[in-house]
């Protein structure tokens, strides 16, 4: 069965410290997989996208990276801002977009 | 979010009565979708479109219809809303269903909630 699987499931950091999201999936056949943020009564919006022939892909302080031998991914943070507050979901494509369940990051001041 | 409006942004509504939620684009997108959003779970495919009145059916197309009679507009109806379809709605558009280009822009989301 298609899985992408996500943890923790809710995290709370404080303002300027780093951070890391996992994502594991059992998709196949395997597209693409991108991270997701979505902020509170917001929709989703794209935050990176990679191949399978990547292993990483930056936006601004969002680094994303993917090993598709062993199947995961993780997403990490850097001197996190109160702006980055919300959820970040894990979407592989295979086919169709198969989503993980999230993961809630609260930066506190 | 993408040119991408959905009405009404909140609703109650009681159990039984239908209930039409609207998606407008103004991005031209041959694909549309509609998802639901609960609590512990990912995102979850309702029904989606890939062109004017070609619709097709997702994981959770139960007690929901859809309809696009343009292509900048998808309605989602449930013609006798229960009470274990209270969620957050979620419409989505794509230029392409699959591949590199399958990037999907997410309207701001409709609360429904089936008294």
């Known amino acids: 069965k298609n899985q992408v699987e996500q943890s923790p499931q809710s995290l709370i950091i404080l303002e300027g410290k780093n951070c890391t999201l996992q994502?594991?999936?059992?998709?196949?056949?395997?597209?693409?997989l991108r991270w997701y943020k979505q902020d509170t009564g917001r929709g989703p919006v794209s935050l990176t996208i990679?191949?399978?022939?990547?292993n990483t892909k930056s936006n601004g302080r969002y680094t994303a990276t993917l090993d598709a031998d062993t199947k995961q991914s993780s997403l990490h943070i850097t001197a996190s801002q109160l702006s980055d507050s919300a959820s970040y979901i894990c979407v592989v494509s295979a086919g169709k977009l198969i989503f993980g369940a999230g993961t809630r990051l609260a930066v506190h001041p | 979010d993408a040119g991408i409006t959905q009405s009404p942004r909140h609703k109650v509504t009681e159990t039984g009565t239908p209930v039409t939620l609207r998606c407008h684009q103004t991005?031209?997108?041959?694909?549309m979708y509609w998802y639901r959003q609960d609590p512990g779970h990912g995102l979850r495919l309702i029904h989606y479109s890939y062109g004017v009145k070609d619709t097709d059916k997702g994981e959770v197309s139960d007690g929901y219809s859809v309809s696009r009679s343009k292509t900048e507009d998808f309605l989602l109806t449930l013609e006798s809303a229960t009470s274990s379809q209270t969620s957050v709605y979620f419409c989505?558009?794509?230029?392409?269903?699959?591949?590199?280009?399958?990037?999907?822009?997410f309207g701001p989301g409709t609360r429904l909630t089936v008294l």
């Open positions: 991005e031209n997108h041959r694909y």
């Open positions: 989505a558009i794509s230029e392409a269903g699959t591949g590199d280009a399958d990037t999907q822009y």
């Open positions: 990679m191949t399978f022939s990547e």
């Open positions: 994502c594991n999936y059992t998709v196949s056949p395997f597209s693409n």
